[in-house]
DNA sequence: TTTAAATACTACTAAAAGGTAGAATTAAAC
DNA sequence: GTTTAATTCTACCTTTTAGTAGTATTTAAA
């Protein structure tokens, strides 16, 4: 019942570029540092994020990154969703092939909910409600 | 964010032997077959179980598990702290260390309802409650 | 008392996730 | 034009999780 950690790495990247307004374009190496995650496993994710079109990269010397959109038009959702994470919606809790509320398995009901909570928190936070000052990165 | 695989399985197991009482033991032959659990891998949880104190085991010819206790007095919870899916409940979604409420990740605000919500669900719900017919097991 | 059917133990293999290394490519600065 | 600092690509290594194999132990039935 967590984040794998992929996951978790890409949203501290994108939610730190996102709400830093101080520069246009953030190195490797920098986001590396300050957010400590391992270079070599970072800049891997980087392109993940490139190709999933949530950044844009400028490649060569004073290169680096920056989000391709606005951060209040990417969700969480869709980050977990480009991580396999929230993958399959309807996938079974206890991993019992797919649920379509009839057939259940013993934990549906007292499931949905929270679940659906969840699902819409993931879905109506942006990148740029992470904002925020004093927040751990 | 699911549980994963050996978890499912220990609860799949639990609720099957919680909820069918035609039977005084449950042998690991039968357990995989009917749950469609790989034997060697089950019986491997199984002693997990019974050291755990959930199932007790009854070894030598016609032998077999049964709960160690009444159904009610096994909760979701439990399971999971067995099998360090909610470890520490103090984890920080984004992996960046502990959550104290004073040393928040961006997502913290958002997180802490749903959160609390899935902890009273899985704590609320015993093997017990997981009862019911047509189920899928 | 032997045999059969069950759990328990030890050790290994396979797959997935997490992480590292090094070279190739790009493009601005010099 | 060369150098330098950046991203990208390919390939590998490490750790964790999932699953398998074989044997030892236990105990009731035959
Ligand atoms: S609980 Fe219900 S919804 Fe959730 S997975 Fe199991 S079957 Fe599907
Ligand atoms: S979100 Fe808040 S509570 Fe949840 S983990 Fe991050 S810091 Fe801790």
Known sequence: M???NTTQYAIRILSYIANKHDKQL??????AEILSIPYKFLTKIMTELVKADFILSIRGREGGYKLSRPASE?????????FNEFVEQKQCLLGIGMCDNNNKCGLHDQWVKPKKMIKDMFENTT???????GYKI
Chains 1, 2 share one sequence.
């Open 127 to 133: 990148l740029e409600n992470l904002d925020g000052n």
């Open 74 to 82: 990417i969700s969480i959702m869709d980050v977990l969703n480009q």
């Open 26 to 31: 953030y190195s490797a190496k920098e986001l």
């Open 2 to 4: 967590q984040l794998n």
